[in-house]
């Protein structure tokens, strides 16, 4: 060995590329950054940042960059332990994301101050070596462009060559890697919702508007644009059973449910099925008529692996024994028709694990649903709910099951301003806990909290940014970036 590197090194001097060699073989470090402005607004700006490490496998790692203007403040980050220092900004691994292996993706992103233009950062670095593999866009782009991601993403196996040729070609199969494509049946697995690899999932998607209001906006064109656009995982839908819901003609709300869980299946989205209880908060009051529609879904719809049950969407004003005696009575009735399917259960206090009720979640952990295979509901809205409904999340988060079936970025009356900060935070908080969610809402009513802009679902246009509003941007920022589902 020793003379064959001698030799080696010999003729590389004679050749004059001695330089090749005065690096010995040392571990192989590389990177490339993909850096992309994903929304931005007056005076400030939000931005993704993709490190895929082109080296060998590391364990904790450190990212650096340069922010080219001095007006470029960094607001909060995610993913990774932020900060900065004059213009030098720097981003070290968490625990869970420590270890990058071969061609992985570390998927950070940042807010920051701007005086205006966003010039790119300069001269990434992980873990002290330059990622020279080729950047990102060179301009920044104002709204968020689903890139094509150059990392090795596994590639659909390829059918092997059959004996006998196929009656007619099948095109490309369509679609194979889509979100019910690749978790297929889900189930609660601990504390999480796994897939069909028993691996934990975070469903990341959109909620729709009282269908009695908004049923336009869920048509061929908006759904394309949830899935394809959005990336969407899942659609919850919102039926609602007082103000001019299910209870004024159940056939016809529990047909339209139906329809919308056909045509999430048919592009792979998660169709989660909210009994949406609001007004009278008593979910007992509707145990009749809950128990009538879930038996006629769930007995339709059985055989599908794209279902999930969300029996009570905000029970107010009533204990938690009360919501655990109709969860008990309505689940068996579920089960009968559909025996394998995930079931979320509503919490006290609008959903709040009873903290917007003065209690927390120690009253479910003492007294649980006499059910498997369920989770429990938890909703906020960003510019209500903050630092102890973010507490109380993370603590109950080893004990219970949780399922954001439903939050907003604005306040709790689902309008005022967008509290992008809150909002980050906990987008941030549930990525961590691998808690899935849905935003209130995919639809064009005039309020803040809604993802278009009013007059939307009355076009045909339901991809371009200027029809979204300031929440749906941010929301289809998060959203849309790429899903790492475990697929063994
Ligand atoms: C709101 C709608 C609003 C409607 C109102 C009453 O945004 O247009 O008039 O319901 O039905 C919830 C509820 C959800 C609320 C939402 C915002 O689950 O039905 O929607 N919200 O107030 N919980 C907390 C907030």
Known sequence: MKRILALLTACAMILGVHALLSSPAAAAAGCRVDYTVTSQWQGGFQAGVKVTNLGDSVSGWMLKFAMPDAGQKLGQGWNATWSQSGSAVSAA????????????????????????????????????????????????????????????TPTPTPTPPTPTPAPTPTPPTPGSDTPVDVNGQLHVCGVHLCNQYSRPVQLRGMSTHGLQWF???????????LAKDWKSDLLRIAMYVQ???????????????????????????????????????????????????????????????????EIAN????????????????????????????????????????GV?????????????????????????????????YRTTVSRAASQLPLFVTEFGTVSATGGGAMDRT???AWLDLL??????????????????????????????????????????????????????????
Not at 120 to 133: E, M, R
Not at 281 to 308: E, Q, T, W
Not at 450 to 469: H, I, K, N
């Open 93 to 152: 691994s968490l625990d869970w994301n420590r270890t990058l292996a071969t061609g992985a993706v570390a998927d950070l992103g940042f807010t920051a101050t701007s005086t205006g233009a966003n010039p790119k950062p300069t001269a990434f670095t992980l873990n002290g070596v330059a990622c020279t593999g080729s950047t990102g866009e060179p301009t920044p782009t104002p709204t968020p462009t689903p890139t094509p991601t150059p990392t090795p």
């Open 356 to 388: 917007s009720d003065g209690s927390n979640e120690s009253e479910i952990v003492n007294n649980p649903v006499n059910a498997t295979n369920i989770m429990y509901a938890f909703h906020f809205y960003a510019a209500s709910h903050k630092d102890n």
């Open 422 to 424: 809150s909002t980050m």
């Open 314 to 353: 905000e029970p107010n004003g009533v204990s938690w024994t009360a919501i655990k005696n109709y969860a008990d009575q309505v689940i068996p009735v579920i089960r009968a028709a559909d025996p394998d399917a995930v079931v979320i259960v509503g919490t006290r206090g609008w959903s709040s694990l």
């Open 215 to 225: 049923g336009k906006c869920y048509n061929p064109a908006s759904l394309d644009a």
């Open 243 to 309: 103000e001019g819901g299910y209870e004024t003609d159940p056939s016809g709300f529990t047909s339209r449910v139906n329809s919308l869980v056909d045509q999430a299946e048919a592009r792979g989205m998660y169709a989660l099925i909210d009994f949406h209880t609001l007004t009278p908060g008593d979910p007992n009051f509707n145990i009749d008529r809950a128990k009538n529609f879930f038996g006629a879904v769930a007995a339709r719809n059985a055989d599908k692996k794209n279902v999930i049950y």
């Open 431 to 488: 990525d961590q806990l691998k808690i899935g969610y849905a935003n209130w809402t995919y639809s064009d009513a005039n309020e803040s909290s809604a993802a278009f802009r009013p007059g939307t679902c009355s076009g045909t246009d339901y991809s371009s940014s200027g029809v979204l509003t300031e929440s749906g941007a941010l929301v289809k920022s998060r959203i849309s970036t790429p899903d790492s589902f475990p697929t063994s």
